[in-house]
């Protein structure tokens, strides 16, 4: 019914800029939460940063100052801009929404396939 697709991620040097897209495809209402996990193998898959109404903006410790979350709702589309790389934000990044169907007040969960982010000099 619906599905996020990911972009963006690649190669990069320490120091360097990258932007990560996530867009929802299929019918829904609205996107009411958004948000960017990271997973390193053989860790587990924690919350870079999320995005809703009622909250804002949310970023864990280690990307703040560092890393924006930002939605464009004419395009169902949120991004993640990582500024400042580093070797340590090397990871396999999924895009995560929460999602309310027309008809329907519940929210419904869905995860984007992950993109891979490497920072290396």
């Known amino acids: 019914q619906v599905q996020l697709v990911e972009s963006g991620g690649g190669l990069v040097q320490p120091g360097e800029s990258l932007r990560l897209s996530c867009a929802a495809s299929?019918?829904?209402?609205?996107?009411?939460?958004m948000s960017w996990y990271r997973q390193d193998p053989g860790k587990e898959r924690f919350r870079v940063a999320s995005l809703s109404d009622r909250s804002g903006e949310l970023y864990t410790d280690s990307v703040k100052g560092r890393f924006t979350i930002s939605s464009d709702t004419a395009k169902n589309t949120f991004y993640l801009q990582m500024n400042s790389l580093k070797p340590e934000d090397t990871a396999r990044y999924y895009c995560?929404?929460?999602?309310?169907?027309?008809?329907?007040?519940?929210?419904?969960?869905?995860w984007g396939q992950g993109t891979q982010v490497t920072v290396s000099s």
């Open positions: 995560y929404a929460e999602i309310r169907h027309i008809g329907d007040r519940s929210l419904w969960h869905y």
């Open positions: 299929g019918s829904f209402a609205s996107i009411s939460t």
